[in-house]
T-cell receptor, first 114, second 112 residues
Framework: EAEVAQSPRYKITEKSQAVAFWCDPI?????LYWYRQILGQGPELLVQ????????DSQLPKDRFSAERLKGVDSTLKIQPAELGDSAMYLC????????????FGPGTRLTVL | SQQGEEDPQALSIQEGENATMNCSYK?????LQWYRQNSGRGLVHLIL???NEREKHSGRLRVTLDTSKKSSSLLITASRAADTASYFC????????????WGAGTKLIIKP
């Protein structure tokens, strides 16, 4: 069964350092989402791609976060510089386009900023 | 911002009992989805119910949707230890660009 791949699974970094997360969606899924999930809360959308284009990045802190999906397949989310408050689970999801938008999630990257 | 609110925040029941979780939302939707998240694992889609549907079943899961009250419920029958997880409702609001807005979840614990 096809899955969404994410790496790394865990990342520990010091504040002010740069970190990057990678996501490979299910083949053929045009829509890709990056979420941030704080413990005990639901996911919060950071950025949504349709193919290589950004559909919505209104919740992305653009002074320090960036995301790209250059060829419309895999994607990278970067934080520079990391802050203590960025400690969270970062989830990637993909879906087929259209009204039926069940999302398939990767295992996530647990980020700890010290 | 979170549109969905689950109730209760936490639920602890004996194995074999039924578990019911509720979700309320604020705006008109295309569909509502329920997801499960086990400890340390990613989110898994359970069931999707469209705005023109009132009830849907999948195995031991039963979902209802009342668009007039902007609410949904998830019933898990004959619970098992493996059902221990957090359950989230997510709504696909009209004109949302296929985005889902998530609640904070219900943490379900099944006691053996």
């Amino acid at each position: 069964e096809a899955e969404v791949a994410q790496s790394p699974r865990y990342k520990i970094t010091e504040k002010s350092q740069a970190v990057a997360f990678w996501c490979d969606p299910i083949s053929g899924h045009a829509t890709l989402y990056w979420y941030r999930q704080i413990l005990g809360q639901g996911p919060e959308l950071l950025v949504q791609f349709q193919d290589e284009s950004v559909v919505d990045d209104s919740q992305l802190p653009k002074d320090r976060f960036s995301a790209e999906r250059l060829k419309g397949v895999d994607s990278t989310l970067k934080i520079q510089p990391a802050e203590l408050g960025d400690s969270a689970m970062y989830l990637c999801a993909s879906s087929r386009s259209g009204n039926y938008n069940e999302q398939f999630f990767g295992p996530g990257t647990r980020l700890t900023v010290l | 911002s979170q549109q969905g609110e689950e109730d209760p925040q936490a639920l602890s029941i004996q194995e074999g009992e039924n578990a019911t979780m509720n979700c309320s939302y604020k705006t008109s939707i295309n569909n509502l989805q329920w997801y499960r998240q086990n400890s340390g694992r990613g989110l898994v889609h359970l069931i999707l119910i469209r705005s023109n549907e009132r009830e849907k079943h999948s195995g031991r899961l039963r979902v209802t949707l009342d668009t007039s009250k902007k609410s949904s419920s998830l019933l898990i029958t004959a619970s098992r230890a493996a059902d221990t997880a957090s359950y989230f409702c997510a709504t696909d609001a009209v004109d949302s660009n296929y985005q889902l807005i998530w609640g904070a979840g219900t943490k379900l614990i099944i006691k053996p």
